[in-house]
């Protein structure tokens, strides 16, 4: 899918994806540029990033792990955290709703899995681990282009949603330290 | 014209436009099913999963599997644009898309023998006449493989605890009986013209015959669990 995308209106202007998406739609397109430069992207300041979770900023240690260690971290992640990242998360796309925006929810959404799910594509169909890695990157994704669009402020998936667009799987905490995963680069 | 009386290959949609329009919709027909069905299925299914999922390395399991079905959807829906043939997500999708899906259970069970009646189907199209059609099916069938062999091992887990059998037999016998009209009925006027063109060369009997045996091979065999009686023929 070519990027950056051009979107012609009802009144048959072009204008870019950021405007067609009108309020936050210039925070989704930063984060959909960032997500195409991939890996390439320079200045990210992993080890705070990290640490700034969508359920909130953590003070643990932070552990860099491989694909595998990071799989199996998630399956011991604290589940009072994940429910509240899922609770943040639903409470951006029913602010949308609630603005009626789901239009402009459903194509930023639409257009960033277009984009991501073959950039976060598992290289082996075999493996389960990049299955599970590249699944909860989706998912953040699609976490951040929801608050992005809702104008949160602060954003509680930017600092995440920038680790996965530079190639990394924030997994969470889980064990008493704040497990980040190196995904390799990003296709 | 018979199934062996069309042994060619047509290289794209001006080829097929170029042989008329009795192969455009033999061959539309297939792909707008597809469409529909891999919409549907991440729609009824994949999504709704991702809220059933026991714990985090599932429910990422799911949200890839749902984002790989949505991807299929698109790819089917840009061959059927290819070949003029328009939106078809809003037709219709299988009776199999009814089931409402209510634990990870039926998810895990659902994967391996609903998606394998689409590996079934995607199988076939492996030599059908319309090249764009069989490069597209190269490339997607990997991913339902893997949708399958995640379905399998998710149930293999879930029979290692006795008190689960019950609900897996259920499920297993519930998604049996929606999937057996999934391959369509045994006088089929559209198969014998899919045949007629070299699209597919089975009849709907022998793809349902196919799939029911390898599930009962995996149901019988590996869950040790009782696989329901199947009649390869359907007429509704």
């Known amino acids: ?88 998360r639903n409470g951006c796309r029913q602010a949308l709703a609630a603005a009626a925006r789901d239009e402009q929810m459903e194509a930023a959404l639409h257009v960033a899995m277009l984009l991501a799910t073959e950039r976060l594509d598992p290289h082996d169909d075999a493996d389960v681990d990049a299955h599970v890695a590249s699944g909860a990157r989706l998912w953040l994704v699609a976490g951040a282009v929801v608050s992005a669009l809702s104008g949160a402020d602060p954003d509680p998936f930017l600092a995440w949603g920038r680790l996965v667009a530079a190639g990394w799987w924030p997994v969470g905490p889980s064990d008493g330290r704040m497990v980040l995963s190196a995904c390799g680069p990003v296709a | 014209m018979t199934a062996a009386a069309f042994p060619g290959e047509v290289r794209d949609a ?21 469409v529909r069905n891999e919409l549907a299925g991440a729609a009824a299914f994949d999504e709704p999963a991702i809220a059933l999922a026991p714990g985090p390395k599932e429910k ?44 990870w259970a039926e998810f895990v069970v659902l994967k391996a023998l609903v998606d394998l009646a689409e590996v079934v189907l995607m199988e076939e199209l ?42 897996v037999q259920r499920a297993v016998d519930d998604l049996v009986h929606v999937t057996v009209p999934f391959f369509g009925r045994s006088v089929s006027v559209n198969n014998d013209a899919f045949r ?41």
């Open chain 1, 1 to 88: 899918m070519a990027w950056p995308l051009t979107v012609v209106d009802q009144d048959g202007r072009r204008v870019t994806f950021a405007e067609a998406l009108g309020p936050g739609g210039a925070r989704v397109q930063e984060l959909l540029d960032a997500l195409v430069r991939g890996a390439a992207e320079a200045g990210v300041d992993v080890d705070s990033l990290a640490l700034m979770t969508p359920a909130g900023t953590v003070d643990l240690p932070l552990a860099r792990v491989s694909l595998g260690e990071g799989v199996e971290a998630a399956g011991q992640v604290d589940g009072t955290w994940l429910a509240e990242v899922d609770r943040r």
């Open chain 2, 14 to 34: 001006a080829a097929a436009h170029a042989l008329g329009p009795d192969y455009v919709r033999a061959v539309g027909k297939v792909v707008v099913s597809h």
């Open chain 2, 60 to 103: 990422w399991l799911a949200c890839r599997i749902a984002m790989e079905e949505y991807g299929h959807h698109l790819k089917f829906q840009r061959l059927a644009s290819d070949l003029g043939l328009g939106e078809a997500s809003h037709d219709r999708a299988l009776s199999v898309f009814d089931y409402q899906l209510t634990s």
């Open chain 2, 126 to 167: 492996l030599a059908t006449s319309y090249l764009p059609l069989r490069h597209l099916v190269v490339r997607l069938l990997p991913e339902e493989h893997f949708h399958v062999s995640f379905g399998k091992a998710h149930t293999r887990e879930l029979v290692t605890d006795p008190a689960a059998l019950p609900l």
């Open chain 2, 196 to 236: 007629r063109w070299g699209v597919k060369q089975r009849t709907n009997d022998e793809a349902r015959a196919e799939w029911a045996g390898r599930c009962r091979q995996f149901v019988e065999g590996d869950l040790g669990l009782r696989f329901p009686d199947v009649d390869r023929h359907w007429n509704g």
